[in-house]
């Protein structure tokens, strides 16, 4: 009887200045075999609002949450995405017991050493405390786990919550197939997912990963994030996306259905610093659209490919090779012009080309099909001219995929 007063008068003791009372409640499990699990969102977006976050920063509140399955968002820098995001995790977790999950790419980005300074925006800010009512104030990674943890002022760890965050790495996909149980995880967020050095097949990866967590359940919501400049990132071009990237401008967002009915949320941030603008006209007042991923311009800072040049009269010689890459083909034309000597010009083919060589990373199905770069001497030709850089694109876009594909096929 006594131990029952005690959590009565826990649970009505008044929030401390600044902290929140977070009610927690049973989320709704929905009439399916899978028990998929109904978010009560509004509720979770209000706790977040109540948080005082910067205005600068990114608010995931004014995300149209119901509307998609897939939310990726990029930015040129910093805006707060993931920290916010995480927040919104801890919420899920207090308010409806909920388990969320924090991707990224590499084993080595999730090591304890990685990892160590990975909440301190939010520790620092306080919002531990503001969220728990001042029960904890900070959190502990241990065994690819975050929990809640109050610190005694001697370092010594006085409670521990259950997890609240499972971390993993998407390249480890295939090893948490048989051992990777999260069945109350409705939120999963991969950090930087555009580097340098995608993996072959790294999406395809993600979606397994992805199944295993979500199992059959409906609901979960996915966030793709990154920090870039980078608008050719085939991860674009796996969600189907890539042109509506392309042409997308700052704070705005648009919402694809993929041809098989995947609803897919983009939103390129810009800066909501208003001191920005200042430092911009101050020092970066220069008409270069390269200073974006400096100012956070209207322009990404995009590497440039060499294009044909306008005017030269050239000599088709041979056009009938052809790289298949990422669901598309491109045709490579041998030229020969009295400017550029011998060289390749390499532009979209709208279908599969009906003759010609085709160089491909895909499993050979027929003759004309030629795994990475070919060894005939067409072959050896083509890609010489490649290494002195003579091969020309139509499109930045076209280049970028170009140099995917040979990236790519170094590494078989």
């Keep these: 009887m006594g131990t029952k007063k005690k959590k009565e008068i ?7 200045p600044g902290y929140l009372i977070i009610e927690k409640e049973e989320p709704e499990i929905l009439n399916d075999t899978a028990h998929s699990v109904k978010i009560d969102w509004k509720k979770a977006f209000d706790i977040y609002n109540k948080l005082g976050c910067p205005a600068e920063v990114y608010n995931p509140s ?14 040129e820098r910093n805006t707060g995405k993931t920290t916010n995001l995480v927040l919104l995790a801890m919420i899920l977790n207090l308010k409806f017991g909920l388990i969320s999950a924090y991707l990224r790419q590499n084993s080595d980005d999730v090591t304890p050493k990685e990892m160590a300074n990975f909440m301190n925006v939010i520790i620092n800010n306080g919002y531990v405390q503001k969220l728990t009512n001042g029960r904890y104030n900070g959190v502990r990674y241990w065994a690819r786990h975050y929990r809640f943890v109050r610190w005694s002022p001697d370092g010594k760890r006085e409670e521990e919550s259950d ?22 995880c409705n939120m999963i967020l991969y950090d930087e997912f555009i580097t ?10 993600l979606c397994q990963l992805h199944k295993t967590i979500v199992r059959n359940r409906t609901g979960v919501k996915t966030f793709l994030c990154a920090n870039t400049t980078n608008y050719y990132h085939e991860f674009f071009q796996e969600l189907i996306i890539q042109d509506e990237v392309l042409n997308t401008g700052v704070n705005k967002s648009f919402i694809k259905l993929s041809p098989i009915g995947t609803y897919v949320y983009y939103k390129r941030i810009g800066d909501l610093d208003p001191q920005r603008e200042k430092i911009n006209v101050e020092y970066y007042g220069f008409n270069n659209p390269k200073l974006a991923s400096i100012t956070g311009g209207t322009n990404w800072a995009i590497k440039n490919y060499p ?58 199905t027929e003759r004309r099909e030629i795994y990475r770069f070919g060894e005939k001497k067409v072959d050896k030709l ?31």
């Design 10 to 16: 826990e649970k009505e003791k008044p929030a401390a």
């Design 62 to 75: 004014e995300l149209p949450i119901d509307k998609a399955a897939w939310f990726v968002l990029t930015s």
């Design 163 to 184: 997890p609240f965050l499972w971390v993993g790495a998407v390249v480890e996909w295939d090893g948490y197939r048989s051992t990777l149980n999260l069945p109350l």
């Design 196 to 205: 340098e050095n995608t993996p072959p097949d790294l999406f395809v990866g």
């Design 307 to 364: 294009h044909p040049p306008k005017g030269d009269e050239k000599e088709v010689i041979y056009k009938d090779a052809h790289i298949y890459f990422m669901g598309r083909y491109f045709n490579i034309e041998l030229c020969r012009s009295e400017l550029l000597g011998l060289h390749c010009i390499v532009h979209p083919d709208r279908d599969r080309p009906k003759l010609g060589r085709i160089y491909t990373l895909e499993d050979i």
């Design 382 to 412: 083509l890609w010489k001219l490649y290494d002195k850089n003579k091969w020309y694109y139509t499109t930045n876009d076209v280049g970028f995929s170009v140099e995917t594909y040979v990236n790519r096929a170094g590494d078989l």
